[in-house]
């Protein structure tokens, strides 16, 4: 069974820094595409950032590119999301997912792996 669990969320300032992890277990094939959604609160949940397992290739939305940027952790079949100069509407839900897909893709139908999510609030 495929896990995913998110780890890092919590409360920061503005302008401040928090970088999440995610690791995932239970799955054999490791050439897949990982991401990270989002979702504020009464809104519909948006793509944040995708990238392939080797890393290469990488894909962020408008609202993040340049502040964020994703990587491969240390560890085996892990990424993390480092997420600087943060601002109050990046406030959100954020979820870690896996694609079935080996390229990294943006719409969460290509994602069929999630984990339980993770809360990020920007705040003074």
């Known amino acids: 069974q495929v896990q995913l669990v998110e780890s890092g969320g919590g409360l920061v300032q503005p302008g401040g820094s928090l970088r999440l992890a995610c690791a995932v277990s239970?799955?054999?094939?490791?050439?897949?595409?990982m991401a990270w959604f989002r979702q504020a609160p009464g809104k519909f949940g948006e793509f944040v950032a995708a990238?392939?397992?080797?890393?290469?290739?990488?894909y962020y939305a408008d609202a993040v590119r340049g502040r964020f940027s994703l990587s491969r952790g240390n560890g085996e079949n892990t990424v993390q999301l480092q997420m600087n100069s943060l601002k109050p509407e990046d406030t959100a839900v954020y979820y870690c997912?896996?694609?079935?897909?080996?390229?990294?893709?943006?719409?969460?139908?290509?994602?069929?792996?999630w984990g339980q999510g993770t809360q990020v609030t920007v705040s003074s």
């Open positions: 239970g799955r054999t094939n490791s050439a897949y595409a």
């Open positions: 990238l392939n397992w080797s890393g290469r290739n990488k």
């Open positions: 997912a896996a694609s079935k897909y080996a390229r990294p893709g943006t719409a969460d139908a290509e994602y069929p792996y």
